[in-house]
């Protein structure tokens, strides 16, 4: 779907302004998607106890202190979600329609 948007970007000419935030948009829906959408699906009840993990790649140790866990987990069908939502919010910022390339 990202393919047809940048082939219909330049079809029609318009600004690598628009093509970039649309990247932008993109990339962070991905990620932010995909990231909660393994958080949310996969193991609710452990990040609802601990909501910081969601986004925080540390883990508090039981002594004190803490560690470094990373980001231990992504979904992809989290990641289509983000992506929607994040075209979605382009559409409605930009006043271009989404669904226009693919008719």
Do not use: W
């Amino acid at each position: 779907m990202f393919i047809y948007i940048a082939m219909d970007f330049q079809k029609r000419e318009y600004s690598t302004r628009l093509l970039e935030r649309l990247a932008i948009y993109g990339t962070i829906g991905i990620f932010v998607g995909a990231r909660l959408g393994h958080c949310l699906f996969y193991e609710p009840s452990y990040y609802f106890a601990h909501p910081l993990e969601m986004i925080l790649p540390i883990q508090p140790l039981p002594g004190g202190g803490y560690k470094f866990s990373g980001y231990q987990g992504l979904a992809s069908h989290g990641g289509v979600l983000g992506l929607l939502i994040a075209l979605f919010f382009y559409s409605r910022k930009s006043k271009n329609s989404m669904m226009t390339p693919l008719i």
